[in-house]
Each structure stands twice: as C-alpha cells, then as structure tokens.
Nanobody, 115 residues
Framework: QVQLVESGGGLVQPGESLRLSCAAS????????MKWYRQAPGKERELVAS???????NYADSVKGRFTISRDNFKNTVYLQMNSLNPDDTAVYYC?????????WGQGTQVTVSS
C-alpha cells in the first residue's frame, strides 16, 4: 500500500536550516507530483511547496527564496530544504501524494523554531 514517511524535523534556532525527507513507497513515485504541507497550532494546513514529475516547482509566498523542494526518483524520496527559518515556520510538516483523486499523507514531522 501507499506509504509516506517524513523525517528530519527538530528544534532549531531562528536563522538555522533543516532538511526534511519523505520516503515514498507503494506507487510509481517518478510519475507523480509530490507536495509538502504544514500545519501550525490553531491554523489550517497549508501548501508549502510542490514538485511535478518534470521537476517543475511551486512555493507558497511565505517560503519563496528560503525553501527548496527537490526529488530523487532513484530513492523515491522528496526533500524540503529549509533555510533562514523563523518562528513562523514552526509547524508539523507533511508530505502528500494524490493518486486517482485520493490524497495520501505521511504522519508528519515536527519543526520548531525558537530561541
């Protein structure tokens, strides 16, 4: 079955960096758009970044220039490089794939930015 497993979260100080990973299985990874979302306490889940099978990327305005999404089709993994983190980036980060109009989510990884 479809599985998405995020990792790489943690506690960092403002201005520092983290790289999140999402390991995928159970579907043809290279043929599907992958997305990163985040959900902060008390807020709705929001789209952070996406990457298509052709490597086209898109970002939320709040992370443009700081975050980079990438994919490795040999490792079936999508990454989110996050630089210049600030407290507003504190959230649980999830990866998602949509297959036949069904959304599949990982369990999420916590990112906390605090001094």
């Amino acid at each position: 079955q479809v599985q998405l497993v995020e990792s790489g979260g943690g506690l960092v100080q403002p201005g520092e960096s983290l790289r999140l990973s999402c390991a995928a299985s159970g579907f043809t990874f290279r043929l599907n758009t992958m997305k990163w979302y985040r959900q902060a306490p008390g807020k709705e889940r929001e789209l952070v970044a996406s990457i298509t099978p052709a490597y086209f990327t898109n970002y939320a305005d709040s992370v443009k220039g700081r975050f980079t999404i990438s994919r490795d089709n040999f490792k079936n993994t999508v990454y989110l490089q996050m630089n210049s983190l600030n407290p507003d980036d504190t959230a649980v980060y999830y990866c998602k794939v949509t297959l036949a109009r069904v959304d599949y989510w990982g369990q999420g990884t916590q990112v906390t930015v605090s001094s």
